[in-house]
């Protein structure tokens, strides 16, 4: 019987019970130990006010170097790139809508408007790289600091707290949420670009654990991993974590050419770059180079 280590959110414990699916689909059984961290402790601060890289991971990831839990599951966003001594990523998994959604008030909604958003309404994102884009699109709007799982900010929303906010596709989808009484854009990945490795899920065990390891390998898509390689590297090399201003994407093509998009603000200007090729060797050090060409 495996362990599975996962925070108690919502959408926590739905990666964690399509992880328990999947390690059914394969013929093993597994239980849910459920682990409060850091992040969900602290709900008055933003996210560039909270110390460390890993304020919803590091809680975990001490439960699996103690033994306690066999593996974690994590929004792969959220892991730093590099790796706690002792740990691994064994396996990620399919890659669900990568976009962000702007959730916004009826009453806020302009049709012909740049975000359909009207003009000086306030938004609500704790992500600096989600500020950095949308101010670069609409100097005007207003930006509030939001916090709590998706539920709770569609709640702040309704209650009239914001006039949009920002959410990951992929939590919305995966959680069914209702959202008739909003007006839903998705923003497409390659113009307003995602934090690195959003959609996806990552398995991590200890790097010894040899038997646990190979289970998870079963449920690995190495198509998904050539891109969140890419992602994380460009993340990696820009030396930031949740508070850097950066959002980067790939994609791979019917014919196997990769395609990858950066957008990161520096000194106070938001730069782009894109670049396609037929492998990812290589990818992430040119598009972090173009980024910084002044």
């Not at 459920?34 to 402790?41: F, M, P």
């Not at 930006?143 to 949009?164: C, Q, S």
């Not at 790939?250 to 090729?277: K, P």
Request: charged share 25%; aromatic share 6%; glycine share 8%.
């Amino acid at each position: 019987m495996l362990k599975i280590g996962t925070r108690g959110s919502k959408l926590a414990l739905w990666q964690a019970e399509f992880t328990q699916a999947e390690l059914a689909r394969i013929g093993v059984e597994s239980e849910l130990v459920i682990i409060k961290t850091q992040g969900d402790l602290v709900q008055h601060l933003g996210f560039d006010k909270l110390e460390g890289k890993g304020f919803f991971t590091k809680e975990i990831e001490d439960a699996l170097l103690r033994g306690e839990v066999d593996l974690a599951v994590h929004s792969m966003k959220d892991l730093p790139t590099s790796q706690p001594d002792g740990l691994a990523i064994t396996a990620v998994s399919y890659r669900h809508n990568p976009s962000d959604l702007l959730i916004i008030r009826k009453e806020a909604y302009a049709e012909k408007a740049l975000l359909k958003l009207a003009p000086n309404v306030v938004v609500g994102t704790s992500a600096n790289r989600r500020k950095a884009q949308l101010i670069a699109y609409r100097p005007d709007v207003q930006l509030k600091d939001i916090r709590g799982n998706v539920p709770t900010r569609l709640e702040k929303l309704r209650a009239g707290d914001f006039d949009a906010i920002f959410l990951a596709a992929a939590g919305v989808e995966r959680l069914g949420l209702d959202m008739s009484d909003f007006e839903v854009l998705q923003l497409p990945a390659r113009e307003f670009v995602p934090a690195p490795a959003q959609g996806v899920l990552a398995w991590q065990t200890n790097r010894d654990d040899t038997p646990t390891r190979l289970i998870l390998k079963q449920l690995h898509h190495p198509a998904v991993s050539a891109c969140t390689n890419v992602e994380r590297r460009v993340l990696q090399l820009m030396e930031g974590g949740c508070q850097l201003p950066l959002g980067a994407y790939c994609e791979r093509d019917a014919a196997g050419n990769y395609h990858a998009f950066a957008a990161c603000e520096i000194d106070g200007q938001l730069r782009r770059t894109r670049l396609s090729s037929s492998t990812n060797f290589g990818m992430a050090e040119k598009l972090v180079e173009q980024l910084k060409v002044v």
